[in-house]
Nanobody, 119 residues
């Protein structure tokens, strides 16, 4: 069982930066691939980024490639999302999620953190 809590959301002007954190409880954090998703009002939840358990492999949605960076610190049971050059269309609730070893499906989800980008 993994419990996830996101931190770091807030209000930022367009062009600014934010770093989201997601703290995980439970054992064997490094066994879980982690992902970030977001959901804007009236829209479906979209994939943003994924990182392997070791941190050696990352994957991004085209919409954030080059602006967002996913990373993790397994010693701290934490995954991060550094967001640069934010745009108003990045406004959404951001969620982190964990997938069990060997699975591409995300079994555990955080409660989400709001990111609002003003123009």
């Amino acid at each position: 069982q993994v419990q996830l809590v996101e931190f770091g959301g807030g209000l930022v002007q367009a062009g600014g930066s934010l770093r989201l954190s997601c703290a995980a409880s439970g054992r064997s954090f490094s066994n879980y691939a982690m992902g970030w998703f977001r959901q804007a009002p009236g829209k479906e939840r979209d994939f943003i980024a994924r990182i392997s358990g070791s941190g050696g492999s990352t994957y991004y949605a085209d919409s954030v490639k080059g602006r967002f960076t996913i990373s993790r610190d397994n010693a701290k049971n934490t995954v991060y999302l550094q967001m640069n050059d934010l745009k108003p269309e990045d406004t959404a609730v951001y969620y982190c999620a964990a997938s069990r070893p060997g699975s591409l499906k995300y079994a555990y989800w955080g409660q989400g953190t709001q990111v609002t980008v003003s123009s």
